[in-house]
């Protein structure tokens, strides 16, 4: 499969303070230094904010030198959110599509990863996303890492670390307007269409440890949930 364009979703909902830490890693992933060629294109979707989130997503794509699409919605929940920032980008042509968070850093081969597997014919990628270790206590962490299986072949789903075909997101009909499990929903339903998918623990994000998260439930809930 030859792409000749790539983009980046980045849901973002009063962000301001991490979103710089998190396009900055998106920048090094997406620079020729990381295996990655061709255009890029960054879709940060500010969602019903109140802060400061757009100017700093501004500024942030300014000094990194990024191919920026800021979109504003006030939609109120991250499925609708990331909708509007993948047909954008589907828009400008975008034929493979990286996916995160607004609190995450991704690894530096995080998108020639999903390129990797995109060439070798696959159209959705489901990668590994761990907690901030400086955000949780050491029990806390220990009891996160116990319930969750890092490695190939796992059984999580994170938007935080997604990756799909524009071919796939046309075949499963686009991400839900649901206020949380949107990334699972559509994982769901590439699979159902018959999209070829791995599940890999070699491209691993880092995402905020923060228990209360801007959607009801989703990885900070999990969190939430941990025995004190």
């Given at each position: 499969m030859?792409?000749?364009?790539?983009?980046?979703?980045?849901?973002?909902?009063?962000?301001?303070?991490?979103?710089?830490?998190?396009?900055?890693?998106?920048?090094?992933?997406?620079?020729?230094?990381?295996?990655?060629?061709?255009?890029?294109?960054?879709?940060?979707?500010?969602?019903?904010?109140?802060?400061?989130?757009?100017?700093a997503a501004h500024r942030a794509a300014y000094e990194l030198g990024l191919q920026l699409h800021?979109?504003?919605?006030?939609?109120?929940?991250?499925?609708?959110?990331?909708?509007?920032?993948?047909?954008?980008?589907?828009?400008?042509?975008?034929?493979?599509?990286?996916?995160?968070?607004?609190?995450?850093?991704?690894?530096?081969?995080?998108?020639?990863?999903?390129?990797?597997?995109?060439?070798?014919?696959?159209?959705?990628?489901?990668?590994?996303?761990?907690?901030?270790?400086?955000?949780?206590?050491?029990?806390?962490?220990a009891l996160w890492h116990a319930r969750h299986e890092l490695a190939e072949g796992h059984p999580h789903v994170h938007g935080a670390n997604l990756g799909f075909s524009d071919r796939a997101y046309a075949a499963a009909g686009g991400f839900s307007p649901a206020a949380e499990h949107e990334d699972v929903d559509l994982a769901n339903r590439m699979k159902a269409a018959g999209v070829p998918w791995v599940a890999t623990d070699w491209n691993r994000a880092v995402t905020s440890g923060r228990s209360q998260g801007r959607a009801p439930g989703g990885f900070s809930g999990f969190l939430r949930q941990l025995p004190g």
């Open positions: 030859t792409l000749r364009r790539t983009g980046v979703v980045i849901p973002a909902r009063n962000e301001e303070e991490l979103l710089p830490r998190t396009l900055a890693s998106v920048a090094a992933a997406c620079s020729p230094e990381a295996g990655v060629t061709g255009a890029v294109s960054v879709a940060v979707v500010v969602d019903s904010c109140t802060d400061g989130t757009a100017d800021l979109l504003e919605t006030g939609t109120g929940n991250v499925g609708g959110a990331r909708a509007a920032g993948v047909e954008a980008l589907l828009d400008a042509g975008a034929q493979w599509i990286g996916n995160t968070d607004a609190d995450t850093v991704v690894p530096r081969n995080w998108l020639h990863t999903q390129l990797q597997f995109a060439a070798a014919g696959y159209g959705l990628v489901l990668g590994t996303v761990v907690p901030d270790a400086a955000d949780l206590t050491p029990r806390h962490l």
